[in-house]
């Protein structure tokens, strides 16, 4: 049997171990799955009393499911540019959708710079027009998202399947190297209307109320006071989510097949909670069945129904197995700097709002965060909120906003009870943190409106 060079060099002892195995490592694949508007509660694996998602299941399965996770956004633009770029949004004058991220690094860059083919596929929402190179980005594949949008919502296998399509072939196209794609799909942010081939798959489903929590009660009464069908809309929303998870298997089958399964690092995460407000409004929008389980709020607010959101990674020998992690309190700011840890792609922690969170993603401690965690909208005048450990607080930044709310997620994970004048002190620190962090952003910003949240 013939030795490799350098293998023959650790024998004859003219290469110490210790470099020949950082030397000859291989950086993992990289795969972002992204749901957009799926709650807490919509998988099967996070609880969903009615949810087909076996695909998608597996991942938690052979991988770990977080369910500390929190977003950096109340709609789509915030919540991609602090996993894109690990800075709070809020940080940036220019709204970013609009502006872009400026000066800002962002992962895709780093880690192109590091060796990465680097692709996206799906939903943009993040500046400026997606053309090759933008953020580091080598294949952006925008193009088929140009397609009439009639002919992917008649697609019988979900309307996310042609993206999916364009990211396995990008992985095909680059399975000999390291690589790293977004694949951010559209299910089951507004409008969700399955095609009926889909849909048939859920005949004969009746909603029972009582399998769900009592803010999903205020749902189901919206839809059904506003003459709508609850059980015609769950049968329609679940067709959706089940599309993501035929995808999600097509996919991961695929990665199989290639043999890159024990190098690929798989991640699904949703960019925000599911919308608890538009159901009721009539027509398509009696579909937003989604289900934040028994937290506060969803889309659009910065409670942890909008914030806690699914967080699942798997890769094999290196991520335990079957195992759940209720303790890490873990953010999209973190994905950053804990994949360039991963990937040996070197940057200045403190030029970020994120941490390395890669010894809770490999099992090998809980991630006890160092600094807050912070959300605000980039109105001047809107709350901001301050997660530190167990406890949030929300900090009104107008006057006649009412009184600061402090909550203690670990007991009251619903934040239901306003536990401010029974912790003043923790209420008091709190505030001064968020106030401060208030006052060092900008304050003067671009007026525009999240078309696409």
Known sequence: MKLSLTLLFIVCG???????????????????????????????CYGHPYSRTPNIDSLARDGTRFTQFQATGATCCPARTGLMTSWFPAKFPTYPANGGFAE????????NKNGYATGHFGKWHIGPDPIPDTYGIDVIGMLNEQRNVKEKRLDDRGRDAHIYDDAIQFIEQHKDRPFYVNVWGHIPHHAVDPVDSLVQRWSGLKVKDSDFSPQ???????????????????????ADVESLDDSVGRLLKRIDELGLRENTIVVFNSDQGADMTKAGQGGLRDHLMGYNGPMRGGKHTMWQGGQCVPWIVRWPGHVPADRVDSQSVISGVDWLPTLCAIAGARINIADFDGEDASAAWLGKSVHVRSKPLFWKTSSPGSDAFIREGQWKLRLPT???????????LAADPAESTNIAAQHPKIANQLSAKAAAWVTALPHKYEKTKDKQD
């Open 14 to 44: 003219l290469l110490p171990v210790r470099m020949t195995l950082a030397a000859e490592s291989v950086k993992p694949n990289i795969v972002f799955l992204l749901a957009d508007d799926l709650g807490a509660a919509d998988l099967h």
């Open 104 to 111: 800002r690094v962002t992962i895709t860059e780093l880690l």
């Open 216 to 238: 999903m009660q205020v749902k189901f009464n919206a839809v059904r006071n506003g003459g709508g069908n609850v059980d015609d809309a769950m049968r329609r929303f679940l």
């Open 398 to 408: 107008r006057k006649n906003a009412g009184e600061k709310e402090l909550y203690d």
